[in-house]
């Protein structure tokens, strides 16, 4: 995991010197060091993302102010401030149609989904979440398209915490797909260390051994390979 020094020391950079400006692969660089959930920070996180949002914006780099805009967006979901996020929303996914970019217009919806299941409208929640799984086929690499396969069953697991049948059912699609996505995805091992737990937890209920065994020895298998 990227230590908190070298993060503090880029973020610090980049509001100490807010006039500079940046190229395409600064920005890419910047906006990877950029972690929406860590705490440590936090205040500079919405202010970095917007700078490099207009620095995009300026050298008329669309991707940067993607995932700027999406960056800023789970920043404010993850604390629950949703001051302007439905209007950045929608700004990501005029922009995504407008770049026929269905990766990031399926992952700005699933954001509003988390938004929306946060504020308790689970059932627009629920069908906003149903109409924009279909998008995902049209995602062209299929790396991608698996990846957020288990982006959204995520966002099933969360709507469906209370239905076992639904939970292990999702959990299962979850964990089956991600055990598909190429080892050089950094994101495969903390999806099936995660979603292994789920499934730990479910069988735990029901006391089958076996199958919690399976899935505790999963979890043992990827976990030391997580960042």
Do not use: W
């Amino acid at each position: 995991m990227r230590s908190a020094f070298t993060i503090f020391f880029i973020l610090f950079f980049i509001v100490g010197n807010s006039q500079k400006k940046f190229s395409e692969k600064q920005i890419d660089s910047v906006q990877n060091t950029i972690i929406t959930t860590n705490a440590e920070n936090a205040n500079r996180i919405e202010a970095i993302c917007t700078d490099l949002y207009y620095q995009s914006k300026e050298l008329g780099y669309t991707k940067g102010q993607i995932a700027a805009l999406l960056r800023k967006i789970a920043y404010k979901i993850n604390i629950r401030n949703y001051n302007n996020v439905q209007e950045d929303l929608e700004e990501v996914v005029e922009l995504c149609i407008k770049n026929k970019d269905y990766f990031h217009l399926t992952k700005a919806k699933a954001m509003e989904v988390t938004m929306l299941t946060q504020l308790d409208f689970t059932t627009k929640a629920e069908k906003l979440l149903n109409e924009n799984f279909k998008l995902i086929s049209k995602i062209e690499d299929v790396n991608k398209r698996r990846f957020m396969e288990t982006y959204y069953y995520a966002r099933y697991i969360t709507l469906y915490n209370d239905n076992k049948d639904s939970l292990l059912y999702y959990s299962n699609k979850r964990l089956n797909t991600a055990l598909k996505l190429p080892n050089t995805n950094k994101e495969k091992s903390l999806i099936i260390v995660s979603t292994a737990g789920y499934l730990c937890n479910y069988y735990a209920n029901v006391n089958n051994k076996k199958r919690f065994e399976y899935y505790l020895s999963l979890q043992e298998k990827y976990i030391n390979n997580i960042d």
